[in-house]
Structures are given as structure tokens and as C-alpha cells.
């Protein structure tokens, strides 16, 4: 965390209000506006047509009113929004895959915000709005305060230009300190918009648009699992080709034989994360890999130079075909060495599961999907090879909550399934010690173990539900013919016409009945042969461990 004199030295070498003396060109757009001195652009989300660019300013700005730390790089979006577009999004349907194109969904600037409440990041109000014209261009000028739901107050200057073909919103926002300061800078650059000749049509305006994805729904289930593969294969070489075409010049490919790492950061590191996230699958492969036999594709890793780059990316307003691990070489220099890798670590295991058992991935006990997570988190790799080893700062947390008498015993962990609340620190301790120091005896491989019999229990009690809900379906449709009714008509008539909440309370009801069936069946098909001494000791055994 930077001390608040030093920000202010640092930020009197930074001068955002001298121009670059060039200008940015946007030749997919057909526009060129001045940069200011130092910023540099950032990476886009691919399927966020209407953002024509975004650029960063060169140095993080901390506030000086702000009760706790609050701080973030000054920003400028460039944002097109041509006329007469078909919007929302096209579905088409392609034999087994349902392909959803997602359009330009805003019809302007304003539009954008009125429709993406938290766009700005946070609440705000325009302190300004006026029409105005600048070298016969028609401009709406705003200005927009970001007061609530914020740690510190954020200014915002928008300028919309209005071509016939579209019209070109020009954004920076900043910390509300240091707005009157930049301003001038800032609307220099707004000034300077100017449209060039561009190279092909308006984006948006194609007759295909922005990143199209699969909707599986229940599809997956319809195919062998050669068909899976292959379809899984294919959307992430499909992905991966639109997310390398949108990377900005400075980016860079890694790819290994299970990752795909686009980064901005300096190579060394690019390649320590790819290291690290094809260790980590190694270790998955081997240690759970029995609890699923679906293909795993290849990963997407990016990797961001700083905090703010990342911040900038992820605040848009879409979402990319493929799910990202996103790391950044700015969060191994400060604080814990070990977080940036712990990042991978989580998001490689998500990604893993996922695909590797999406029914097991998606019905996890609370507890023991946390605890997972924090285990991968105590990942400490060295070459190809993998150590479970909480650093210093984690066993300490883990003394605390055994210090005071605030760790669950191991089988109300176990036992209780969702209905235990707890640290994901102990249930990641828990399970480390399970698959490491605690792996004999009785409990040798237990928690692969209590995994499968967890998708027999799942499977099992899915049917069972099933069984039931078409069991009252039956039964309401056998009442509608004995009344002459539909089944709509009779079911209306049985919880009262409008009353969803009877409705309700019996979907919950079954979603429970479900939830404890797959809590019970797991728990006894794993640890039925568990006395109460056996698990005072593993008890015992866990808390000098981690202790």
C-alpha cells in the first residue's frame, strides 16, 4: 500500500496535462483523438463491440478523502454507437449447438448508462449536460459525479459526438481529487477527436457480431463423450481466435500443452504462470482424477502488467465465450509473493472441475468447495512438482480459529454438508491434511473417495427428484381430466389462482429433500466404518497438525 506522501511525489514527476504531441488511430473505427503524455491503451473484452478503446493513465491516484485506502488509475474510453443497428441478440440454431451472437445492445451513450447501472462503478448523478458544437460537429457535453456506493468520489467527462452513421463517446474518469487539476488535458483531448477513413464497415454493423458461444442447456448430455470433446475443443479454438485478434499491439501468446497465456507483462513472468497452472493440472490429473472421465480443454490465462489494466478489462459491461484466469505481474510484487499464484491456483481448479464433472462441480457441499479452493491455494510449486504448504501467514490463521475454539470438528464437517458454516482457512487445513500428513489408515484417499460416492449420492438423488416431480405432474393432469380442466387450470385451483408461494414452497421442499439425500448417502457410503473414537482421533490428529 502506497503512503500517501510518497503518492503525492510520485504524482508531481506524472504530468497527465501534457499532450504526447501525437494522436491515437483507430483505423477499425475510423477515428484519431490526442494522447495524453504516458497512457497506454488496455486490453478489451472481444465481445464488447461498442467499445472502440480503452487507455489508462500512467500512474495510480490515491484519494485524499476517502476514510480507508482507496485509489485507481484515471481512465479514458472511446465508445461507438452506430445508428440503425438490429440489437440484443441473434439465436440461431445449428443441429446440437444453439449459437447466441450477442449485438450491439445500447442505442447511445446515455442509453449505455441507463441500462448498465453500474457501468460508472457505482452510483451517480450528472452535474451537467449541454448541447454544444465543436468544428461543426453536433457535441451533448456531460458531466457525471460517482458519489455512491464508491470508497471515494469519482468525476466523470463525457463527450458524445453526433455523426449520421453513429455517434462516438469520448469518457475519462478519475478521482474527484484530481479532476479540476486534469481537466484542461482532458478536454484538449476531447477537442481533438477527429474521424479518419476506416477499413471495412462499422463494428456492429456486420452481419455477424461480437463473440458467439454455445448454449449447452442439455445438449452436452445428449452426446458421447467423443462428441463432447471435440465440441469443447472446437469453442475454445474458436474463442481463442477472436480473443487474439482483439489483443492490443503490445500483447503476446504463450501456449503450452494445456494453456493458452495472453499477456502484457514481461515474458519471464507469462511463463512462471503458465508453468505454475500446467503444475497445478498435473496434480489435479493425479490426485482427482477418478472423480470424472470428461475432457478438460485447454485453458485460457491472462496476464495483466498491473492491478489497474485488470481492473479496466474486467469492469466492461459483456462477458467472453470462454471462461479466463486472470493474474496480474503488479500483485507478486506487493504484499504476500505467494497471492499471485495462489489467483492461479484457484482459477486452473475451477476450470478443471468444471469440465472434468460439471455435476459434482456444480452440487459441492459449501464447506468442502472452500475448502478445495483453499487447498489448491496452499499450492507451492517447483518445476513440475507440487507441495501442499500454507506459508507463514496462512498457518497462522489457521492457529487463531483453533486457539479460539472456533474450528468445527471434522465430521460435523463431514455430516452437516451446507448446514455447516465455518473459515474456509480450517476446511482448506482440513482437506490438505486429509490428502497429505492424515492419508492412512482408515482414511487413506478418503477424500477421493467421498467425492465419487458424492456423484453416485447426486445421480441417485437427482432421479429421485425426477421421479417425484413427474410423479405430481401425473397427478395433477389425472385431477384436470376428472374436472374437465387443463393442468394449469386444476393446479390454480389447488394453491388459489395467483398464489406462487405454495408453488414456491414445494420446489424449495423438493430442493432440500435433494440436498439432504446427497449430504446422508455420501456421508455413509464414506465414513460408515468411522467409530466415534476414530474420529475423535482424526480430530486430534488435525488440530497438532495445523496447530
Known amino acids: 500500500m502506497m503512503r500517501r506522501g510518497l503518492a503525492v511525489l510520485l504524482l508531481a514527476a506524472v504530468s497527465y496535462g501534457q499532450s504526447a504531441g501525437g494522436y491515437y488511430k483507430n483505423k477499425k473505427w475510423g477515428y484519431k483523438v490526442r494522447s495524453l503524455a504516458d497512457w497506454k491503451s488496455?486490453?478489451?473484452?472481444?465481445?464488447e463491440v461498442w467499445i472502440a478503446s480503452k487507455h489508462l493513465g500512467p500512474q495510480r491516484l490515491e484519494s485524499k478523502r476517502?476514510?480507508?485506502?482507496?485509489?485507481?488509475?484515471?481512465?479514458?474510453?472511446?465508445?461507438?454507437?452506430?445508428?440503425?443497428?438490429?440489437?440484443?441478440?441473434?439465436?440461431?440454431?445449428?443441429?446440437?449447438?444453439?449459437?447466441?451472437?450477442?449485438?450491439?445492445?445500447?442505442?447511445?451513450?446515455?442509453?449505455?448508462?441507463?441500462?448498465?447501472?453500474?457501468?460508472?462503478?457505482?452510483?451517480?448523478?450528472?452535474?451537467?449536460e449541454e448541447k454544444d458544437e465543436v468544428k461543426g460537429v453536433k457535441v451533448t457535453k456531460y458531466e457525471i459525479l460517482v458519489d455512491k456506493m464508491v470508497g471515494a468520489p469519482y468525476r466523470v467527462t463525457a463527450w458524445v459526438y453526433h455523426f449520421k452513421d453513429a455517434d462516438f463517446a469520448i469518457q475519462f474518469k478519475i478521482l474527484d481529487d484530481y479532476h479540476k487539476k486534469h481537466r484542461a488535458a482532458f478536454r484538449a483531448c476531447l477537442k481533438s477527436f477527429k474521424r479518419i477513413p476506416r477499413k471495412g464497415a462499422l463494428p456492429g454493423t456486420e452481419a455477424t457480431t461480437g463473440n458467439s458461444i454455445s448454449v449447452t442447456d442439455d445438449d452436452e448430455k445428449k452426446l458421447t463423450p467423443a462428441q463432447r470433446a471435440s465440441r469443447r475443443q472446437g469453442e475454445f479454438e474458436k474463442s481463442l481466435d477472436i480473443e487474439i485478434k482483439a489483443l492490443p499491439d503490445d500483447w503476446f501468446v504463450v501456449r503450452s500443452k494445456h494453456y493458452v497465456c495472453l499477456a502484457n507483462s514481461s515474458r519471464k513472468f507469462a511463463k512462471e504462470v503458465v508453468n505454475h497452472a500446467e503444475a497445478i493440472r498435473g496434480y489435479l490429473d493425479k490426485t482427482f482424477g477418478q472423480v470424472g472421465s470428461d475432457?478438460?480443454?485447454?485453458?485460457?490465462?491472462?496476464?495483466?502488467?498491473?492491478?489497474?489494466?485488470?481492473?479496466?478489462?474486467?469492469?466492461?459491461?459483456?462477458?467472453?465465450?470462454?471462461r479466463q484466469v486472470?493474474?496480474?505481474?503488479?500483485?507478486?510484487?506487493?504484499?504476500?509473493?505467494?497471492?499471485?499464484?495462489?489467483?492461479v491456483s484457484d482459477g486452473v481448479t475451477g476450470q478443471w472441475l468444471s469440465?472434468?464433472?460439471?455435476?459434482?462441480s456444480d452440487n459441492l457441499p459449501w464447506w468442502f468447495e472452500n475448502g478445495l479452493e483453499q487447498h489448491m491455494r496452499f499450492a507451492r510449486v517447483k518445476?513440475?512438482?507440487?507441495?501442499?504448504?500454507?506459508?507463514?501467514?496462512?498457518?497462522?490463521?489457521?492457529?487463531?480459529?483453533?486457539?479460539?475454539?472456533?474450528?468445527?470438528?471434522?465430521?460435523?464437517?463431514f455430516e452437516g454438508g451446507d448446514k455447516v458454516q465455518t473459515y474456509s482457512m480450517q476446511c482448506g487445513s482440513v482437506i490438505s491434511f486429509m490428502l497429505t500428513k492424515?492419508?492412512?489408515?482408515?482414511?487413506?484417499?478418503?477424500?477421493?473417495?467421498?467425492?465419487?460416492?458424492?456423484?453416485?449420492?447426486?445421480?441417485?438423488?437427482?432421479?429421485?427428484?425426477?421421479?417425484?416431480?413427474?410423479?405430481?405432474?401425473?397427478?395433477?393432469?389425472?385431477?384436470?381430466?376428472?374436472k374437465?380442466?387443463?393442468?394449469?387450470?386444476?393446479?390454480?385451483?389447488?394453491t388459489g389462482e395467483g398464489d406462487e408461494d405454495a408453488g414456491w414452497e414445494a420446489f424449495r421442499k423438493a430442493l432440500k429433500e435433494r440436498s439432504d439425500a446427497i449430504r446422508k448417502n455420501s456421508f455413509a457410503s464414506t465414513f460408515g466404518a468411522l467409530t466415534d473414537k476414530d474420529w475423535e482421533r482424526l480430530d486430534r490428529a488435525w488440530r497438532r497438525h495445523a496447530g
Not at 488496455?42 to 465481445?47: E, N, W
Not at 417425484?468 to 381430466?481: C, D, E, L, Q, S
Open 295 to 322: 475432457y478438460v480443454p485447454p485453458g485460457m490465462l491472462r496476464v495483466f502488467k498491473t492491478n489497474g489494466e485488470l481492473n479496466a478489462y474486467a469492469q466492461g459491461t459483456s462477458w467472453s465465450g470462454v
Open 355 to 360: 469440465f472434468k464433472n460439471r455435476l459434482l
Open 484 to 494: 374437465g380442466m387443463t393442468a394449469e387450470e386444476e393446479s390454480e385451483e389447488e
Open 383 to 413: 518445476g513440475k512438482h507440487v507441495k501442499i504448504k500454507p506459508d507463514d501467514w496462512d498457518r497462522d490463521q489457521i492457529k487463531q480459529i483453533i486457539k479460539a475454539d472456533k474450528a468445527v470438528p471434522i465430521r460435523q464437517l
Open 42 to 47: 488496455a486490453a478489451l473484452q472481444s465481445s
Open 438 to 482: 492424515g492419508n492412512r489408515g482408515k482414511i487413506k484417499d478418503v477424500i477421493p473417495r467421498y467425492m465419487k460416492n458424492m456423484i453416485k449420492a447426486i445421480e441417485d438423488a437427482e432421479a429421485e427428484y425426477k421421479k417425484k416431480r413427474a410423479a405430481a405432474n401425473k397427478a395433477a393432469i389425472g385431477r384436470a381430466v376428472d
Open 66 to 128: 476517502s476514510k480507508f485506502y482507496e485509489s485507481g488509475y484515471p481512465e479514458m474510453w472511446v465508445m461507438g454507437f452506430p445508428h440503425g443497428l438490429a440489437r440484443g441478440a441473434k439465436v440461431e440454431k445449428k443441429g446440437e449447438t444453439t449459437e447466441v451472437t450477442i449485438r450491439n445492445p445500447y442505442r447511445g451513450y446515455k442509453h449505455l448508462l441507463t441500462e448498465n447501472k453500474h457501468f460508472l462503478g457505482g452510483g451517480y448523478h450528472f452535474t451537467k
Open 326 to 343: 486472470y493474474v496480474t505481474e503488479e500483485a507478486k510484487k506487493s504484499g504476500r509473493k505467494s497471492w499471485a499464484m495462489e489467483t
